[in-house]
C-alpha cells in the first residue's frame, strides 16, 4: 500500500473513533440530566405525600369549646330539666292548719351514694306543677309570691349545704295575706294565702347531678 493510502486510511479510523465518543457522550449526559430531575417515580411518589400528622396548615381551627359539657356523658343533666327520681329523702313538720308567721321546718337527707347541696323554698299558688326552673320564677311563670304576705313571713329562703353534704335544715316561716303583680308576658297574677285559700310550699331540691322539685300543701286556721 501506497504511503498515501496509509495517510487516508488512518485518518477515517481516527474520524470514526471520534464519532463514537461524541455519541457516547450525549448518550451519558442525557442519562444523569434524567435522574437528576427526579422522574423517578418512587421519589415523587414519596416527596408529595403528607407526613404521618396528616396536618393541613389551610385546614380551620377547632371551634368546639373544650370546657362545655358532654350531653352524653352519663352524669350530665340539662339545666331546666329533673330526673324522674329525686334521690333525697324530705321530711317537713305540719304543714296544715298554719298561723301567720308559723314556720315550717324542713330536714333533707340523700339516699346512699347521693349528695344534698341546697334547697330553696317558695310561698306558691296552689295546685300549680314545678318542673323547670322558669316555673319558680314569678315574672315568667306566676305560680309563686313575689314578696312577704306578712312582716313575721317569708317567700322565699336559699339554703346552702356544705361538706360531706349529707344533711340539710331549715324553717320556712309562711305568710297570710295577698300579693298581685304582672308577668312579663302580661298576665295579672294575684295569689292569697289564709283561712280559706290554701298554698303550696316548694322545694326546688340540689343534688348530685341534677335537682328536682318537692311541694306541700299550707293550710290556714
Known amino acids: 500500500m501506497s504511503s498515501s493510502s496509509k495517510r487516508l486510511a488512518l485518518g477515517g479510523l ?20 434524567s435522574s437528576a430531575s427526579g422522574t423517578d417515580p418512587t421519589a415523587t411518589s414519596a416527596a408529595t405525600e403528607p407526613g404521618p400528622t396528616g396536618t393541613d396548615p389551610i385546614a380551620p381551627e377547632a371551634t368546639t369549646d373544650p370546657n362545655a359539657p358532654d350531653p352524653n356523658a352519663p352524669d350530665f343533666v340539662p339545666p331546666t330539666t ?3 327520681v329525686i334521690p333525697l329523702q324530705v321530711k317537713v313538720s305540719s304543714t296544715s292548719g298554719l298561723t301567720d308567721g308559723q314556720a315550717v321546718t324542713i330536714h333533707v337527707t340523700p ?5 344534698v347541696y341546697g334547697a330553696e323554698a317558695f310561698l306558691c299558688a296552689p295546685d300549680a306543677t314545678f318542673t323547670l326552673d322558669a316555673d319558680i320564677r314569678p315574672s315568667i311563670a306566676g305560680k309563686c309570691v313575689t314578696k312577704r304576705l306578712s312582716p313575721n313571713s317569708l317567700d322565699y329562703l336559699n339554703k346552702a349545704v356544705g361538706p360531706p353534704y349529707q344533711s340539710l335544715d331549715m324553717s320556712f316561716p309562711v305568710g297570710v ?27 326546688k331540691l340540689q343534688f348530685s347531678h341534677g335537682f328536682g322539685f318537692k311541694t306541700f300543701p299550707v293550710t290556714y286556721r
Open 14 to 33: 481516527a474520524a470514526a473513533l471520534i464519532l463514537i465518543a461524541i455519541v457516547a457522550f450525549a448518550s451519558s449526559r442525557s442519562s444523569t440530566s
Open 111 to 115: 339516699d346512699s351514694g347521693s349528695n
Open 177 to 203: 295575706g295577698s300579693d298581685r303583680y304582672t308577668t312579663q308576658d302580661g298576665r295579672d297574677v294575684t295569689i292569697t294565702c289564709g283561712p280559706g285559700h290554701p298554698c303550696t310550699l316548694v322545694l
Open 82 to 84: 329533673q330526673p324522674p
